[in-house]
């Protein structure tokens, strides 16, 4: 089978497709992984045929502008960049994607391409699957993440789908319409969501039962596969060892906290660093940060850069980061109790939960300060909150999500009329 993939976005949209294809291709399918430029190396670790799709995202939200509006909190402004920027690049995008798709047997995409991708399987009459890292289609356990953290009824919950859906179709409605007149189909009102149902595609929903229990069993053709998390090889080829002297340094004294500023707007590390050396001498705890100053040591605070997650927060206490899918899994994995300083899209929900579990406690980026960030994480310290996430570790780490995607994809292929 022939299989294209696309995962455009950040390193969390494109890291889990590369690691869903590497299944792909060890059970003998073809596959063919579209990134975009700043992260075709993943594929290309991980031995996939990638192609570059011509678009940097991360030199998008990595702006200046860009990141100060998301520190401000003003994701308005953001979201507007983001749709000039489609506009703008949406004709080359076309058609890289057409002709990336031009000799499938099944076409897969993340969020960022689902719009294009479904219209394109529609008029090459190709099956069609998407990857989700958080619930964002209608379900009455939860509200649409980018309307409440708080849970309603289960009627105001399924009311707020609807309610974004009517939204956003005037947003990306000229989007389709140019696309589907690309590929010589016709006009039409029917939205992605609905398509997506009426022809029966499989919406894998790349995130675990054990940290979303209220969707476990939401539907067979949107089963919750796990985390898509690389295997210890694969973290070898993306990431490689873990730095000598950052090694040593954790063996000598007691395990930090880790706190991934790194994908945070943080306009000024210099302050945010001496923030968290404040609240960390409170706990008396030591800190491991990722944050963009650079590399720096001391007994008590390190600074690093890259680093490979999956290896080094096992070795840690607890852990501050942004809550994308991506970092939630591997603070979870690592059986680490998790604050979440959310800057937008799913980063919320994922704090919400972590907190309605008890493994985790949430606030906005822009309210991180050092008495909200000190009380979010002290409780996060105590007893219950880390026998809570290591008993919830076990169960992820007993996941095999790239197989079970892998399988609900060939089984969705086996059983098409």
Known sequence: MRVVMVGMGTRGDAQPM????????ARG??????????LVWIGRALGLHTVDLKANTREF?????????????????????LLDYKHRTADQLQADLID?????????????????????????????????????????????LLVSTEIYSPEQNLATYAKVDSANWPVFEPFAQKIRARVGLPATAERTGARLARTNSLELQAYSRHVVPELADWDPRRPLTGFLTPSAEQRELLDG???????????????????????????????ALTMIEKVADMLGVRALVNLSTGPGEGDAVRVVGNL???????????????????????????????VVCAVFADQPFWGAQLQRMGVGSSLRF??????????????????????????????LRDENAAAQGADALEQSLATRP
């Open 308 to 338: 490979d997650h999956e290896a080094v927060l096992p070795r840690c206490l607890a852990a501050v980061h942004h809550g994308g899918a991506g970092t939630s899994a591997t603070s979870l994995r690592a059986g680490l109790p998790t």
């Open 61 to 81: 939200m990595e702006s200046s502008q860009g990141r100060q509006w998301l520190a401000a909190g003003d994701v308005q402004s953001y979201v507007r960049s």
């Open 241 to 271: 060892p873990i730095d000598p002297e950052l090694e040593a340094w954790l063996d000598a004294g007691d395990p930090p906290v880790y706190f991934g500023f790194g994908s945070m707007p943080v306009l000024e590390p210099e302050a």
């Open 366 to 395: 822009t309210d991180l300060s050092e008495p909200t960030l000190f009380a979010a994480l002290e409780p996060m310290l105590a007893d219950g909150p880390r026998q809570r996430a290591a008993e919830l570790a076990a169960l």
């Open 29 to 38: 399918h073809h596959v063919t992984l579209g990134l975009c430029s700043d």
């Open 100 to 144: 990336l798709a031009s000799n499938a047997d099944l076409l897969v995409s993340g969020t960022a391409t689902e719009l294009e991708a479904v219209v394109i399987a529609e008029a090459a009459h190709l099956p069609y699957a998407s990857v989700y890292h958080a619930p964002i289609r209608s379900n009455s356990a939860f509200p649409h």
């Open 18 to 25: 590369a690691v869903l294809g590497a299944e792909l291709a």
